[in-house]
């Protein structure tokens, strides 16, 4: 069975300063990833997936993650956070090929930007 | 374009009670899944529906049951409701093709309080 961990419940970060949230997963067949958010009281929202191709994904909102299948990591990044990234976010797997594509979660991390 | 939209919002039942949640997909899409998200923690797969048919199924117990209907829209029940089943319940809904990745676009979700 496959597992998602990310390493940091909460990481407090200031303005414009830069971010990386960690990922960890573990799987016996090959994955896709994901990385969704959640703003207060609001459902998820994709931020953005890797499927196959370029390690390096672009996403919404000028975030960017790098698959790293050596090291089974998937790290989201942003070079300068807003106010407004404060939320929750989660990365997620699907087992690739597998049917109905259910998304297994990590426990999320909580983003708290001040200013 | 209406996305995944769910009712109730909000809804606080006592232990032993059954509950019925509501999930409408986004126009087009014909899969439904749900999903459970206790406080601070990431989302669990419950189970997921196409055709009307039970697809696939996480790890919860028969307590929770669920229904899609012709129009795609779903139901997820749970009876003998106990204090742990307190969380935000999540919908996603898909479009079902042969090949390939399938996005999920998730609802608001339902915050249901037992007491």
């Known amino acids: 069975a496959q597992s998602v961990t990310q390493l940091d419940s909460q990481v407090p970060v200031f303005e414009e300063a830069p971010v990386e949230l960690r990922c960890n997963y573990s799987s016996s067949v090959s994955v896709y990833l994901f990385w969704y958010v959640q703003y207060p009281n609001q459902g998820l929202q994709l931020l953005l997936k890797?499927?196959?191709?370029?390690?390096l994904v672009k996403g919404i909102n000028g975030f960017e993650a790098e698959f790293n299948k050596s090291q089974t990591s998937f790290h989201l990044r942003k070079p300068s956070v807003h106010i407004s990234d404060t939320a929750e976010y989660f990365c997620a797997v699907i087992l690739e090929g597998a049917a109905g594509n259910k998304l297994t979660f990590g426990g999320g991390t909580r983003v708290l930007v001040k200013p | 374009d209406a996305g995944v939209t769910q009712s109730p919002t909000h809804l606080i039942k006592t232990r032993g009670q059954q509950v019925t949640l509501r999930c409408s997909p986004k126009s087009g899409h014909d899969t439904v899944s749900w999903y459970q998200q206790a406080l601070g923690q990431g989302p669990q797969f419950i189970f997921q529906?196409?055709?009307?048919?039970?697809?696939q199924r996480g790890n919860f117990p028969d307590r929770f049951s669920g229904h899609q209907f012709p129009n795609y829209s779903s139901e997820l029940n749970v009876n003998a409701l106990l204090l742990g089943d307190s969380a935000l319940y999540l919908c996603?809904?898909?479009?079902?093709?042969?090949?390939?990745?399938?996005?999920?676009?998730f609802g608001p979700g339902t915050r249901l309080t037992v007491l």
């Open positions: 996603a809904s898909s479009l079902a093709l042969a090949w390939g990745f399938n996005e999920q676009f």
């Open positions: 890797y499927l196959s191709g370029s390690t």
């Open positions: 529906y196409y055709e009307e048919e039970e697809r």
